[in-house]
Nanobody, 116 residues
């Protein structure tokens, strides 16, 4: 079955950096477009970043552009989200998502808290 397992979250100071990982299994990872989403307390889940199947194309939400970088290693079936210059408003549960081809699948999420 499809599994997406996020890791790497935790408590980070404002201005700091952290890298999230999402290990995928149960589908053809190298053919899949992958997304990162996040959900802050009391808010709707929002798109963060997307990467094409072979990593040649990426897209970002305006709120993270220039600070976050999405990447993937198809040999490890893993997608990453490098987050830098973190702000308190980046505090959220971060989710990995298999976007295309359908159906979509979600991971269980990993908490990132930005606080001093």
């Amino acid at each position: 079955q499809v599994q997406l397992v996020e890791s790497g979250g935790g408590l980070v100071q404002p201005g700091g950096s952290v890298t999230l990982s999402c290990a995928a299994s149960g589908f053809s990872f190298s053919s899949a477009v992958m997304n990162w989403y996040r959900q802050a307390p009391g808010k709707e889940r929002e798109f963060v970043a997307r990467i094409s199947a072979f990593g040649g194309s990426t897209n970002y939400a305006d709120s993270v552009k220039g600070r976050f970088t999405i990447s993937r290693d198809n040999s490890k079936n893993t997608v990453y989200l490098q987050m830098s210059s973190l702000k308190p408003e980046d505090t959220a549960v971060y989710y990995c998502m298999k976007f295309l081809p359908p159906p979509g699948y979600w991971g269980q999420g990993t908490q990132v808290t930005v606080s001093s």
